[in-house]
């Protein structure tokens, strides 16, 4: 690959990695998009073996964030249906508030569809804290699987 080709290959991962701290775009997959390509159009041995760390990477952090996030919610009584009225308020409060208004929604939804389910506020502010460590958890392991990638794509260009 030319030496621009692998600029530009660094900007999106660079532009991934972001996307997966900041959850607006789709980061790991940023990420590996970026080193798959890399990897094909470099080719051999090097350039193979990288988008095979890439997509083992990106796969196993893919599942592990949500077993690990499912085993923590379970952990506080926080049933799924409470992820999906947060999600949904999530995505509104992204078109209601500039900015912030995902996170806001989320909060507020999962809040909200606790205190309608447990009737009790100290209760459902638990669950909703629950609810942000395991978002918080997901993102972690997200970063964690994208890096692994990254670092597998920086072999692979010291290599070739």
Do not use: C, N
Not at 1 to 17: D, I, K, R
């Amino acid at each position: 690959m030319s030496p621009l080709g692998e600029v530009l290959v660094g900007v999106v991962v660079a532009v991934g990695l972001v996307g997966v701290v900041v959850q607006v775009l789709p980061g790991a997959l940023l990420v590996l998009g970026a080193v798959v390509v890399w990897g094909v159009v470099t080719g051999g041995v090097a350039g193979w073996t990288v988008v095979v760390v890439a997509v083992l990477a990106t796969v196993a952090a893919e599942v592990g964030k949500y077993l690990l996030a499912g085993r923590h919610l379970k952990r506080a009584g926080v049933p799924s249906s409470t992820m999906i009225w947060g999600g949904l308020a999530g995505i509104v409060g992204f078109f209601v508030i500039p900015v912030v208004g995902l996170p806001v929604g989320f909060l507020l939804g999962t809040y909200l569809a606790e205190l309608v389910r447990l009737r009790d506020g100290t209760t459902a502010w638990r669950a909703t804290v629950a609810a942000l460590q395991a978002t918080g958890l997901t993102i972690l392991v997200e970063l964690a699987g994208a890096l692994v990638s990254t670092a597998a794509w920086v072999v692979g260009l010291l290599v070739t």
